[in-house]
T-cell receptor
């Protein structure tokens, strides 16, 4: 149980285009989802926290107009990277929590974004 | 504010040797603490967690960690390393608050030599 999926697992896009990444909790309802960014050989950096039905809360320094997060249902959150640039190339990981009110986060497999 | 420091960005052990990955935390409230493992190009897998019950926590794959409040530490150990243990390990702290946010350490790469 507690499986989180991400789609796509990897994506290549051209500079200036937008990319949408989906995060789904497959067997539980996620009241909260988190989006992280990870650069090569580095740790995870929390970008934002989203609760179902409300606006995401962004961490300091994260551009909310560039990284659009939608948490429209208890099983789906999306991250849209708008007007992507090469510096947005990274590994994006989502996590979800909410099983029986638990604090524990369950992580997706990640999405590798490459902007050319 | 909370923070996590992992001492040693790279640890190398021989197969069969003891694994010790160090983690120190800072928290103004009693923390929840976690250890995660990450294999290349994959997400994170929970190894174990401390949530204020027993201070010695046993996890998957033979790993365990001990919460020491006086030392603000939560070091990860495994008696005998396997080649399959080679991966990136992250220590994380949560404030138990409604946000449930995790603060991660910098990570430690574990290399296991044959």
């Amino acid at each position: 149980g507690a499986v989180v999926s991400q789609h796509p697992s990897w994506v290549i896009c051209k500079s200036g285009t937008s990319v949408k990444i989906e995060c789904r909790s497959l067997d539980f309802q996620a009241t909260t989802m988190f989006w992280y960014r990870q650069f090569p050989k580095q740790s995870l950096m929390l970008m934002a926290t989203s609760n179902e039905g409300s606006k995401a809360t962004y961490e300091q320094g994260v551009e909310k107009d560039k990284f659009l997060i939608n948490h429209a249902s208890l099983t789906l959150s999306t991250l849209t990277v708008t007007s992507a640039h090469p510096e947005d190339s990274s590994f994006y990981i989502c996590s979800a929590s909410g099983i029986r009110g638990s604090y524990e986060q369950y992580f997706g497999p990640g999405t590798r974004l490459t902007v050319t | 504010a909370q923070s996590v420091t992992q001492l040693g960005s790279h640890v190398s052990v021989s197969e069969g040797a003891l694994v010790l990955l160090r983690c120190n935390y800072s928290s103004s409230v009693p923390p929840y603490l976690f250890w995660y493992v990450q294999y290349p190009n994959q997400g994170l897998q929970l190894l174990l967690k401390y949530t204020s019950a027993a201070t010695l926590v046993k996890g998957i794959n033979g790993f365990e960690a001990e919460f020491k409040k006086s030392e603000t530490s939560f070091h990860l150990t495994k008696p005998s390393a396997h080649m399959s243990d080679a991966a990136e390990y992250f220590c994380a702290v949560s404030d138990r608050g409604n946000t449930g946010k995790l603060i991660f350490g910098q990570g430690t790469t574990l290399q296991v030599k044959p």
